[in-house]
């Protein structure tokens, strides 16, 4: 069993960035492939991120290559979502997810946060 918390969201304006964290407990982090989804305000959710095991490989949603970086510190259990030129269309509520699939590209996360919010005023 995996406990993940999401912290870091906020409002803040077009431009700006935001860092999200997501502490984990239970089974640790390290044996995780770890992602990022988010869910707009009336639409489906929509992956994000993935970071493997080791941090080594990274996969993202087309449309925030460039923008967003995921990193994981599996000394601290913690997994990061570094936002910058944040956009108002990034506006949703964020959740940091965990599964034993190493597997980036599918979308079989096997435990989830509560999620953040993040809003971004144009």
């Known amino acids: 069993q995996v406990q993940l918390v999401e912290s870091g969201g906020g409002l803040v304006q077009a431009g700006s960035s935001l860092r999200l964290s997501c502490a984990a407990s239970?089974?640790?982090?390290?044996?995780?492939?770890m992602g990022w989804f988010r869910r707009a305000p009336g639409k489906e959710s929509e992956f994000v991120a993935a970071?493997?095991?080791?941090?080594?490989?990274?996969y993202y949603e087309d449309s925030v290559k460039g923008r967003f970086t995921i990193s994981r510190d599996n000394a601290r259990n913690t997994v990061y979502l570094q936002m910058n030129s944040l956009k108002p269309e990034d506006t949703a509520v964020y959740y940091c997810?965990?599964?034993?699939?190493?597997?980036?590209?599918?979308?079989?996360?096997?435990?989830w946060g509560q999620g953040t919010q993040v809003t971004v005023s144009s």
């Open positions: 997810a965990a599964k034993v699939s190493v597997v980036l590209t599918t979308m079989d996360y096997n435990y």
């Open positions: 239970g089974r640790t982090v390290s044996r995780n492939t």
């Open positions: 970071i493997s095991l080791s941090g080594g490989s990274t």
